[in-house]
């Protein structure tokens, strides 16, 4: 089983941005990041597939964030744009997830990373 550290989560005002990023222990497939709002259930953000870089969002954040990959570094990211109160959620990382937004489907997890937006 993969290992995932995340990092970078914070607070920032609506409008700003943020940049996660999620290392893994060894390469793996399609990795995803997943949020849980406060009182809500997990549910999934963004996919990449590493090997080619295929990507897939929640209607969400479509046009907003953006993930990436560093192959090299076993390293995932999350650039987060005009970020809005509704994004406050933790934020986790996950790999294994087939190629779906699904969290069930993820077979790795991360710790987990605070994210707060405020007004």
């Known amino acids: 089983q993969v290992q995932l550290v995340e990092s970078g989560g914070g607070s920032v005002q609506a409008g700003g941005s943020l940049r996660l990023s999620c290392e893994a222990s060894?390469?793996?497939?399609?990795m995803g990041w997943f949020r849980q709002p406060p009182g809500k259930e997990r549910e999934g953000v963004a996919l990449?597939?590493?090997?080619?870089?295929?990507?897939y969002f929640a209607d969400s954040v479509q046009g907003r964030f953006t993930i990436s990959k560093d192959n090299a570094k076993n390293t995932v990211y999350l650039q987060m744009n005009s970020l809005k109160p509704e994004d406050t959620a933790m934020y986790f990382c996950?790999?294994?997830?087939?190629?779906?937004?699904?969290?069930?489907?993820?077979?790795?997890w991360g710790q987990g990373t605070q994210v707060t937006v405020s007004s």
């Open positions: 060894k390469y793996t497939k399609y």
């Open positions: 996950a790999a294994d997830c087939f190629w779906s937004l699904d969290p069930s489907r993820c077979k790795s």
């Open positions: 990449i597939q590493p090997a080619d870089g295929y990507t």
